[in-house]
């Protein structure tokens, strides 16, 4: 990492814990002008961001990776958001010649039946579309909270991330999960209704379901595995997940 990267990195990570989400966004679209990415996938955290540019026509592109084994809870979540803010939400798919060879090959569901099967197809549906998703730009927006594990809680809120070539900001870093219910209430956010039903960590739908209380955060990601093979290759550099129990039952459609 060059030194005047290295300096921008320490400099976000200095900011984001003093200033505003809006303060956040606001600096980030300043300094990578036309060259910075929020990545969405309908969960609450993603919802406030969203909610935070859309709301102060922020210049920040956002994005969302349709895997194509979607919740419709999910879609119907996108639709209302689109409602709501009436702003575009780039859509990137995965290579269409990668899904119908892996689906040619090894059927529908072959996640299931080892972990390099489901790192596979996590590569093709997610990994690769993210890669030309944020090819050529400059700074990444997630909606990363410390609180989701015991792995993130040690973590910065801005990071140099070598596989994208780019700085990784988390502007809800120190954020509770109940103050993003009370935000999202208060502030009339669309909320994906799949939180009400007990489900934190939204994802495909084959491989997500909701956790029991007490269970980890991530217990409901290919549950089918054991826990230390749980990531998929978004935030690869973050870890696991471990140790959050969140009040699901608290949001309302």
């Known amino acids: 990492m060059e030194l005047a990267i290295q300096e921008q990195v320490e400099d976000l990570r200095r900011f984001v814990p003093e200033h ?20 969405t996938s309908f969960g609450l955290e993603d919802q406030i961001l969203t909610h ?33 803010y009436n702003k575009p939400i780039e859509v990137v798919f995965p290579q269409t010649a990668s899904v119908e060879k892996l689906m040619r090959e090894k059927g529908p569901n072959s996640f ?20 030309r998703a944020l090819a050529g730009q400059q ?14 809680q040690s973590m910065d809120p801005a ?24 935000y999202a209430q208060q502030h009339g956010v669309p909320v994906n209704p799949l939180h009400a039903k007990g489900f934190v960590s939204i994802g495909c739908a084959p491989c997500t379901r909701a956790i029991k209380p007490g269970e980890d955060f991530r217990a409901g990601r290919w549950w089918w595995e054991e826990a230390a093979a749980k990531e998929c290759g978004l ?13 699901v039952e608290t949001i309302k459609e």
């Open 20 to 39: 505003s989400v809006l303060e956040t966004l606001a600096l980030l679209a300043e300094r990578f002008p036309n060259k910075v990415s929020f990545s």
């Open 52 to 84: 935070f540019i859309f709301e102060n026509d922020l210049p920040i592109r956002v994005f969302t990776l349709d895997t194509a084994r979607n919740f419709q809870e999910t879609y119907s979540t996108w639709n209302k958001t689109l409602l709501r």
């Open 112 to 131: 299931y039946e080892s972990i390099e099967n489901r790192k596979e197809c996590c590569y093709i549906r997610k990994v690769e579309p993210l890669g």
């Open 139 to 152: 700074a990444w927006i997630t909606g990363i909270r410390a609180e989701q594990s015991a792995n993130r």
């Open 159 to 182: 990071e140099w991330d070598a596989g994208h070539n780019l700085i990784k900001v988390h502007p809800l870093h120190d954020w509770t999960w109940d103050q993003c219910v009370a």
């Open 235 to 247: 935030h690869a550099t973050t870890g696991e997940h471990q140790g959050f129990d969140p009040v």
